[in-house]
């Protein structure tokens, strides 16, 4: 008998089942507590305007600054420094807000900054990346072409040699912050050679645009453009100089996918507690309609999604924090916890009857969002794949 | 400019707090987190050191368990170190032993030229211990400050009143008692949680505040909790069915209540 065994028959926190909260230290509780008060008093009150509007409050980008988001994970040039799993916390909490403000960071400090930090000259990292971490300079991350999504490395943005300088041609699309940036990290091919070079472009440099992509009715609370280079001239300087293959992308959207594992779990979270508190208040047939069995089940599938993944975030977490995370790992996290995060909204959605097809909840918006979660940074197809063949040893890419 | 802020931790509001039976008093046993009420303290100390350009921030604050959690989000916030007292004798203590720990908290801090605190607590709430401090550290004080400037050796206060401010100047060093919501108190930032734990944090006894036991405690207390009971319940309200003159009712219930 220990005393676990004397713990009262048929009690359980709805919020934190498994009581994942223990697992964390004093540090890591201080910082998602921070990040769930600014979602609170920064976010949620807005958001649901940003997402009818179709924008993203720009302005928002020095306060995630001054927090010590942007590039928190990240050593150095002014960034916060934090643990993976700080960082992944800090993810969950922006995301159970919404997917918009999760993916502004996610772009920020994993795909412009991270580049930089990882391939970059001392001089472009002295340059852009303390500006990028205070939210003074926004950037974006340029590698999805029209006829280009899920096999990148068949891009055709080219970048030539002309003399000292590289001319880049092409069109991205689909790019995240694009239209609000001040600097995009472009990827593009060199012809002669085939390399994969990435670009620090100025985004008021000649020949650059970015329209903006309208009519989404998924993530409209983030700015998504299309990237166009028309003989964009750029000096060797603009270039990355540590990486010259499809290694360098891919490496800024491990990074990402990273992040988007445990923020999955926060939209997730958000639409279960939205389902759980409605379900215990809306009555039907003189009782609540938590009363019904088949109510039950479904938030009771929630609730283990939830925990699960949450459970699963953590793991990979710690793993990445003692270096022991590969790229199949992060699929692993990226493909089983955003499908399970879209279940539990759908089934949300459900039981919030028609309230669940309105803003005033945040359980359609969520469930939206995570469409374009399920496909960026790798679709669910594409991960599934990638797991495919770790356990198999055939690859199934190309039929 | 180094200023001491007065840092109550408390039981999260957010939760249900409940009494001890034993005691009559709240449970404590639980997390502590800082006082929303000295957050604002917190802020504006920062802000003066900021302005001043340059100068400590310390943290003083009376707690069972050595409870840290609230100190810690100050330390965050980015006050510089804190004293933290903690002894079993100190259960029981009422405003002013706690008034006396301060004191003697505040003794340990050198070349403090300004103590903060709020005007009232969140959870005791007597609003008592800015004024107690303030005697026993033989200091002037001014409550009730919405806004503070420092020039010239003195502090410049907008003391909140009914009807608006009044403007008081007083020498420094001194107590002033900020009011909840003058200002915005900023979030921790992740570099600030990072650093706070390796913060300096003086944790003193009983002892070393040169206090004995029959000073502070239950033994200190020149008053008892002799019992606790429950809030009346509500007594259902007065209707007024609209005869023509419900409008004339309701002005005169206001007017009775002093409302109108
Ligand atoms: C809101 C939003 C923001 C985005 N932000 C960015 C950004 O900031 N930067 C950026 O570079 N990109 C961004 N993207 C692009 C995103 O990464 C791509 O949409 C994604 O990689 C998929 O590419 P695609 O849309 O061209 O789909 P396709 O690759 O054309 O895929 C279509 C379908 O075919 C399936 N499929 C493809 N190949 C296979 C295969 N071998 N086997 C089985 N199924 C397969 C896919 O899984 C999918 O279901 C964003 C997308 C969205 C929606
Ligand atoms: C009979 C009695 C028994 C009590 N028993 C206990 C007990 O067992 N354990 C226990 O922890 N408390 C106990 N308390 C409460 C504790 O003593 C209070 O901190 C004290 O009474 C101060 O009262 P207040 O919070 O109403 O101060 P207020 O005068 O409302 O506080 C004004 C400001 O003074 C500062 N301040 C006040 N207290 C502190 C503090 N402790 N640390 C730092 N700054 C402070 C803050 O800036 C605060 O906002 C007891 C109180 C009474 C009356």
């Known amino acids: 008998m220990n005393a676990s065994d004397e713990r009262p028959f048929g009690v359980g926190d709805p919020r934190d089942f498994l009581e994942i909260d223990a697992l964390l230290d004093d540090e890591e509780r201080m910082l998602r507590d921070t990040v769930r008060r600014f979602v609170d008093d920064r976010v949620l009150p807005d958001v649901a ?72 000259s001392e001089e472009q990292k002295q340059r852009w990346l303390p500006p990028m971490a205070a939210g003074e300079v926004i950037g974006c991350f340029g590698l999805t072409e029209p006829d280009s999504g899920s096999d990148p490395a068949s891009m055709r943005t080219t970048a030539r040699r002309d003399g000292g300088d590289w001319v880049l041609n092409g069109t991205k699309m689909w790019i995240t912050n694009g239209s609000i940036a001040d600097v995009a990290v472009v990827w593009a091919r060199e012809p002669e050679t085939s390399a994969i070079h990435g670009f620090i472009v100025p985004t008021d440099t000649p020949g650059f645009s970015a329209p903006e992509i309208h009519r989404k009715l998924s ?181 | 400019m180094n ?108 070349g403090a030229d300004l103590v903060l605190t709020a005007t009232e607590s969140s959870d005791g709430y007597t609003g008592t211990v800015p004024e107690q401090l303030a005697e026993l550290l033989g200091l002037p004080s ?24 009044d403007e008081v100047e007083c020498p420094l060093p001194c107590v002033v008692s900020v009011t909840a919501g003058v200002v915005e108190p900023r979030y921790p930032s992740f570099k600030g949680i990072m650093a706070a734990k390796s913060k300096p944090l003086d944790q003193l006894a009983l002892a070393d505040t040169g206090l004995e036991a029959d000073q502070v405690g239950w033994a200190g207390g020149g008053q008892e909790i002799v019992g606790v009971e429950d809030a009346p319940e509500r007594e259902a309200g007065e209707i007024i069915e609209d005869d023509g003159t419900g409008a004339e009712k309701i002005v005169a219930y206001l007017e009775n209540l002093k409302l109108v």
């Not at chain 1, 300087?237 to 594992?261: D, Q």
């Open chain 1, 219 to 399: 993530l409209r609370a983030s700015i998504t453009s299309e990237l166009v280079l028309d003989d964009v001239r750029l000096p060797d300087e603009a270039r990355l100089p540590e990486v010259a293959t499809m290694r360098g992308p891919l490496s800024c959207l491990n990074e990402a996918r990273y992040g988007i594992l445990w923020g999955a779990m926060g939209a997730a979270r958000a639409c279960y507690e939205a389902a759980l508190d409605y379900a215990g208040s809306r009555i039907q047939f003189d009782v609540p309609i938590a009363s019904f069995q088949l109510t039950q089940r479904k938030l009771v599938d929630m609730m283990v999604k939830v925990n699960k993944g949450t459970l699963l975030a953590l793991h990979l977490g710690r793993m990445k924090d003692r270096g022991q995370l590969s790229s199949t790992h992060v699929s692993f996290g990226k493909m089983d916890n955003v499908r399970e995060a879209l279940w539990v909204a759908r089934e949300a959605r459900g039981v919030l009857g028609a309230n669940g097809i309105t803003l005033e909840y945040p359980v359609i918006r969520h469930m939206n969002n995570l469409e374009s979660v399920y496909t960026y940074e790798g679709t669910n197809e594409i991960h599934t794949l990638v797991l495919g063949q770790a356990i198999t040893g055939i690859s199934a890419f190309r039929a």
């Open chain 2, 3 to 110: 200023i001491v802020v007065c840092a109550k931790q408390i039981p999260d509001p957010a939760e249900p707090g409940e009494l001890d039976p034993e005691t009559k008093t709240l449970k404590r046993d639980g997390k502590l987190i800082l006082d929303e009420s000295d957050m604002y303290g917190v802020e504006m100390a920062l802000q003066l050191a900021d302005n001043a350009g340059g100068g400590e921030v310390t943290l003083v604050s009376m707690a069972p368990d050595n409870k840290v959690d609230g100190i810690r989000t100050g330390l965050a916030m980015g006050a510089a170190k804190a004293v933290l007292v903690s002894d079993p004798a100190l259960a029981g203590t009422d405003a002013l032993g706690t008034a006396k720990v301060l004191a003697a908290a505040v003794g340990k801090v050198e």
């Open chain 1, 49 to 120: 305007d940003w997402f009818e509007e179709g924008t993203f409050p720009r302005d928002m980008a020095k306060d995630l600054g001054a927090l010590g988001l942007l590039g928190m994970h990240l050593e150095g040039y002014g960034c916060a420094g934090a643990s993976a799993t700080a960082y992944g916390l800090a993810c969950l909490e922006l995301e159970a807000g919404d997917s918009g403000a999760r993916s502004f960071v996610s772009v920020q400090g994993s795909l412009a900054m991270f580049p930089i930090w990882r391939f970059g």
């Open chain 2, 142 to 165: 001014v409550t009730f400050a919405k806004h503070i400037e420092i020039a010239d050796g003195k502090v410049k206060v907008q003391r909140q009143t009914d009807a608006g401010y």
